[in-house]
């Protein structure tokens, strides 16, 4: 499976960007596909996921409300809406794919996203 991640950009407190994930390849293998993101000198953490199947979403707590995942089955790709964005929500994006494992075993490469206060 391949991604590519495309979206990110500079944008002011409290706009907003899509950030798109675009699987190819073996993509009946796709179960749940996320996003990360990892600001710099911090951790890969957690944003939001989606699965393929019945559209289920999780979210972490600090993205709750703001960010919504959505999915494009014809078009094999998954969307982030970002709206109200913070600058605390700077960082490098990335998307990622599990099929039957636990571990997102497929990354793309990653967007910038900066938000200026």
């Known amino acids: 499976v391949q991604l590519q991640a495309s979206g990110g950009g500079l944008v002011q407190a409290g706009g907003s960007l899509t950030l798109s994930c675009a699987a190819s390849?073996?993509?009946?293998?796709?179960?749940?596909t996320a996003w990360f993101r990892q600001a710099p000198g911090e951790e890969r953490d957690f944003v939001a996921s989606?699965?393929?199947?019945?559209?289920?979403?999780y979210f972490a707590d600090s993205v709750k409300g703001r960010f919504t995942i959505s999915r494009d089955n014809a078009k094999n790709t998954v969307y982030l809406q970002m709206n109200s964005l913070k600058p605390e929500d700077t960082a490098v994006y990335y998307c990622?794919?599990?099929?039957?494992?636990?571990?997102?075993?497929?990354w793309g490469q990653g967007t910038q996203v900066t938000v200026s206060s």
């Open positions: 990622a794919v599990r099929g039957t494992k636990l571990i997102y075993e497929y």
């Open positions: 390849g073996d993509t009946f293998r796709i179960i749940t």
């Open positions: 989606i699965t393929w199947s019945g559209g289920s979403t």
